[in-house]
């Protein structure tokens, strides 16, 4: 993990300074003396050496333990905010900085959309299992509703240059989904 965020944190300032067409996995390899097959190997695509979010494991540990014992749009929330939240929060200026570059690349905008994708399917699957049977149907949409209102929070978040919590944001578009029923 510390390799994979030295790696990530190298490529980030040769992407910032250069742009991230311009820079080669290979130069990021040779920036952070290791292999650029190590890299592949780690990360899979260039793309993803910005898009990987340490938080990932604890996000799924967290999102197990809630799912157990609340009903799933707020496991998912409380996951989001103890986690993603509070760790972007305590590396305040470089994911944030991380998060701006993704919205204004391009190629990492659109990879990251892809990510969302598989991210609501594996997020379908770990609220499937906790649902009953007649409700298995709904998995997919709390899933893409869930997603849909952390990528709104960091929208905003990342607009704001973090003038406001990342969990104050994520709660309160949770808060407009749990409203949905009694907007007129």
Do not use: C
């Amino acid at each position: 993990m510390a390799a994979m965020r030295e790696t990530q944190r190298s490529a980030m300032e040769l992407f910032r300074g250069r742009g991230f067409d311009q820079v080669t996995v290979d130069e990021i390899a040779e920036t952070v003396g290791i292999a650029a097959s190590t890299i592949y190997r780690h990360f899979g695509t260039k793309e993803d050496i910005v898009l990987w979010d340490e938080h990932e494991v604890s996000l799924d540990e967290a999102l197990g333990e809630r799912l157990v014992r609340q009903p799933p749009l707020q496991a998912i929330r409380d996951a989001f905010v103890d986690t993603l939240a509070s760790r972007y929060d305590s590396d305040l200026d470089f994911q944030l900085a991380r998060i701006k570059y993704i919205y204004a690349t391009e190629a990492l905008h659109a990879a990251a959309i892809e990510a969302d994708f598989r991210s609501r399917d594996q997020l379908t699957d770990a609220v499937r299992h906790f649902l009953s049977r007649k409700n298995k149907s709904a998995a997919p949409v709390i899933a893409g509703a869930a997603l849909l209102a952390l990528d709104i929070a960091i929208d905003r978040w990342q607009e704001l240059n973090a003038g406001r919590a990342l969990g104050d944001l994520i709660t309160e578009a949770f808060a407009v989904l749990a409203e949905l029923d009694s907007i007129t």
